[in-house]
Structure formats: structure tokens, C-alpha cells
């Protein structure tokens, strides 16, 4: 049974993901070639930011993305640890670097952004320092994941870094914003109703699934390679 | 409790056998200091400004530095076994742990950082806050720092990985901590840092103790 | 009577497989002799025995109960001495012996007699890095017998002791074995004790 468990639930993910990722792989394109049409051509230049309003189109949803995907890397975690569901830690080794280029474009472009903004590329504004911070975390996580000659045993502490780090984010969000309140208020997500206007609003969203699309993309191709590289692994001790 | 009680004292009582391994991290703790003000040059309102931001930095560091032994001693000569194999929670043998460790490096750091605030041209106040920000802050950088020497037992880099994970759970304690000496700096009260402080040992306290004993019996597998 | 029953019990480690479905039991006044060659998995299972491993499947019973459900209940009943001694080397023998008890909440009070089974009574006070590799492991072997659990689980205790020592442990073996005691030991020396059931793992 047990041999079983493990082999045979990578098999089957494979079959889904092949079964999957061709429409999901158009779906994206589809979305991002919409989005980024939304974005750059249909919406109307900020009164204030001008064009650099565009740049937040990729800025806001990378932030979203990352953070989902830290909330991602602890529930794989939490499966691995509580159920030691093998493709969990497959899937954790797959979406941490993701998560950090995300983390990682978000920082990016919010640096483009605050250069014509504030004069600056960096300023050390609570969400940007958040997000800083956040990127960290996914540093952390890939390279303890990745520290051990036994693989297992860097899946589960990484495993156990993640719930950690899940607990740990809203009391580092809390303490980088009292330490520092400079930024514009979070309008989206506020509650009433989001008092963003709709011709910024659509894109924004648009571009919001289609990077979620293009993350699942990326985190079901990664995770095929790991179960390869896992098979080479455990093929070649077999030698 | 009597294992806790045991454990606890078998630690002290090593360091005790070796009280150079803490000399050095408080050396550590001086000497990196003192480095600042060479390095920015000597205008107290500068130093003095800053005083605590490098203080607790320092604090940190050096509590980081000394972390890294923590667990790997046992894990190298086969004590560990013994601590999974102990008829009592794991969780409390981390705890001991970490309060050995606390009360090593912690409390004598929290002692030396006002005597070091007078070489920054600290304040009556300032020191104060200093000193017992740290108190009650380092217990919150033991129980992180454990956690991460757990995480990484065996690990290739250990030391540098150690800091890579720690640091950033460290952060809220850090603002905190040195927020506490800035603000008694224009003149207002520091108890609400030094509450938030407490509430960040205490939450530490309550979730750290049950990942550190994860991630020890992952290290033991 | 049968006290430890073990059903199943497998393994893997970095993906493969290194203790295959194993079963046995064991009475009181048994002594079980892990054999196999280097990497057959005796380790492992001596590890997956105290718990310290998560066993992919089977079950260990004590005294007919799951051990898995009283974790510290069971790690009372178990001596342990793995590869490493587990001994630390700035604190005397006598030290060293004295914490192991209360770390396991026991009784010290046969501290004693276990220092005086190893010969160790003119080493108690010298501390344990200052002693020689068999010293050790006999200092290691006396935690175990001052441990007074009923199954002593030990990973080559033969290693690193002389003809002298090596006696010794026949004995105190022995003696604990006839007072009801079992034991499991993984080694590729045979043991030289009677009546000792042979466990030989694969490759």
C-alpha cells in the first residue's frame, strides 16, 4: 500500500497534468495577450501618475501572486507534514522559486514605478519593505529545501519553515507598517467595495487571472520535472 | 519537570565548563559596536541617534552567531537521541534549550548593551530602554534562532543558512526593540514598545517550542 | 511471554527501500541479534523500533498495545545505545550517567552497580573527553544499564571494547536477560550468548 501511495500518485498527477496544461497553457496566452492589451492600449493614462500608472498592472497582481503563494507553500506543507503526501513536497520544491520571482518582479517594478513617482527607485515604504521581507522568506525556504543530500529531509524542514513563516507574515506586515506608514492606503481590498476606477479596475483583474494562470502553468511543469529528476534519483541509488 | 529541570542544568553546567564559548559572543557583541562608530565617525548626535538601531542589531548577531552550536553539539555525539528518546515532550527539552541559551547569551547581552548605549552617549532613559528592551525582547531571538539551528542540523552551510532563515522572523522584534530607544529619544514613553515586545515573546513562546521538536525529529529520522 | 510484537514493519529511506516487511517477537529473557551486511537496513530498524524513524507501514506492539499511541510510555520501557555514544565530553562519567537518569526521570539508584559492571569506578570522576574510544563505549554501555528499562535496543555494542569488556557486557547482558530483560542488538560479531535468537536482514 504504501508503495503504492508513493509511486502511483505522482503517476496520476502526471496524467492530469498532461491531460491539462495544453488548454491551460492557451487560456494563458489568451489572458495575458487580452490583459496586457487592456493595460497598455485600452486603459486611460492615471491624472496623476500618467503612464506609469501602467506599470501597476504587473506590480499589484506579482504582489498577490507572491503572497498566494507563500499561503500555497504552507498548505503543501502542512499536507506533507500532517499526511506526508509525497507530491506536497514535489509541488513545494516546484512553486517556491516561482513565488520568489514574483516577490521578486513586484519589488522590481515597484522600484520603476517609485523612480518617476518619488524620485527614487527605492524608498523604504512599509509594503515595499513588506514585500522585501517576503522575498526573504522565499530565499530561505529554496535554500533549506534544497541544503540536505537527503532530499526528504529538506522538503520537511522547509516544510516546517513555511507554517512558521505563514504565522510569522501578518505579524512582520503589522510591525514593518507601524515602523513605517508612508504608502497610499490598500484600495482594493478595502472594505464597501473597491473605490478604484472601473476602466483601471478591469485590466488590473485581467491581468490578475492571467498571471495566476501563467503561476499554475509554471508550478505543474516544474513539478513534472522534480518527479523526473526524483526518478533519475531514486534510479540511479538503484545502480 | 524534573527532565526540563535536568536539562536545563546539564546545559548551564557545560557552559560553565567552558565559559570562554560565551566570552567570545559577548566579545563579539563589544567589538562589533564599537566598529560603528569608526566606521561613521565620532559625532555623538549621529551616534547617539543611532545607537539603538546598532545595538540591537549587534544583540542580534551575536545572539545568531552563538546559535549555531545550540542543537549541533548533541546532534554530533548522539545526546539528541537521547532528548527524542526522553519519556517527556520534546517541546519542553527545546524549551529548556533555548532558555539555556537565553540566559547565556541573552540576559548578559541585555546587561552589557546599556554599559555599551554610554559609548553612543546614550541617556539616563535611553539606557534604560536599551537594557530592557533586550530583556525582554531576546527571549523571542533565542526561540527563532533555535528554531533555525533545529532546521538546519546537518545541513550543508549551516551558519550562513542559520542567519538567512532567522533574520527575517527576527524583524518584528528588532523594530520593536530599537523603536523603544527612539522614541524615549523625543521624549515619550517607551511601555507600549516594551508591551509589544512581551506580546512577541509570548507568541514566539507559544508556537516556536512545537516546531523547534519538529523539526529535531526530522533531524533525528 | 511474548512482551514486543512487531508486524510488518518497513522503511525507506531517500526513496528506496531498506527494512522490508519485517515480524518477530520477543519474550522475556530473549535476546534478538540483528545480522546483515553494512547498509542491510539493521540501523534502521533498531531506529524505527524506538520511533526515532516514521515507519512507512506495520505496527509495534508492547505488552499487546500500539506504542505509537503512548509515545513516552514506550520510550520508558526502552535502554538505547546507538552508534554514537551520546556521552558528553566535558562532564565526568559519573555526571554523565547521573543526568541521562534524571533526562529520563528515573531513579539514579542504580548508577552504581552499572559503574562498577564496566570497570569504570577509576574513570567515574575523569571527564569523558579525556577517555579512550572503548572507555567511552563502555561508559555508553553503563547509561544503558543504569537506565533499568526492561529492552535494551544497541547498535554494535560491540565496537571498541577488548577481550575484558567485551566479557563484561556478556555478563551484565546476561544478568539482565535472566532477571525477565530483552534486548535487540544489531551486529555483524556474533554475540557469544546463549540461546540468542538471529535476525539476518537482506541486502
Known sequence: MASLHVLANPARFRRFSQRVLPALSVATALALAVGLWLALVESPPDYQQGETVRIMFLHVPSAWL????????????ASLLVWRHPLAALMARAAAPVGAVFAAVCLLTGALWGRPMWGTYWV?????????????????????????????????????????????LPVIKFSVDWWNTLHQPASVMKLGGPSIDPSILTPLLVMALALLLLFVVLVLLRTETEIDRRRLEAAEMAL | MTGFGALLARDLRLVWRRPGDVMVVLAFFVVATVLFPLGIGPETNLLARIAAGILWCAALFAALLSLERLFAADY?????????????PL???????????????GLPLALLAPLMGLLFGLSGDGLLAVGLTLLVGTPALSLIGGLAAALTLGARRGGALLALLALPLCVPTLIFGAGAVEVVAIGEGFLTHLAIL???ALLSLATLPWAIAAALRQAGE | MTELEVTGLSCRRGGRPVVRNIAFTLARGELLALTGRNGSGKTTLLRALALLVTADAGVIRWRGADVRYDRDGWHRQIAWLGHLDGLKGDLTVAENLATACRLREAPATRVADAVAAFDLIPLANRAVRTLSAGQRRRAALARVVAAGAPLW?????????????????RTTLGKHLAAGGLAIAATHAPLDIPNVRILELGP
Open chain 2, 198 to 200: 512581551g506580546a512577541l
Open chain 2, 76 to 88: 554530533e555525539d548522539g545526546a539528541l537521541d537521547l532528548l527524542l528518546l526522553a519519556p517527556w
Open chain 1, 124 to 168: 523604504w515604504d512599509a509594503r515595499l519593505t513588506s514585500m522585501l521581507l517576503l522575498f526573504f522568506l522565499y530565499l530561505g525556504h529554496i535554500a533549506l529545501s534544497r541544503a540536505y543530500d537527503d532530499s526528504e529531509r529538506g522538503d520537511r524542514a522547509a516544510a516546517i519553515l513555511a507554517l512558521v513563516g505563514v504565522i510569522n
Open chain 1, 66 to 77: 507572491s503572497m498566494m503563494g507563500y499561503a500555497l507553500l504552507a498548505a503543501l506543507g
Open chain 3, 153 to 169: 535496543l544497541l547498535d554494535e555494542p560491540l565496537n571498541a571494547l577488548d577481550a575484558p569488556s567485551q566479557a563484561a557486557l
Open chain 2, 91 to 105: 517541546e519542553l527539552a527545546a524549551l529548556a534549550k533555548c532558555l539555556a541559551h537565553w540566559i547565556v547569551t
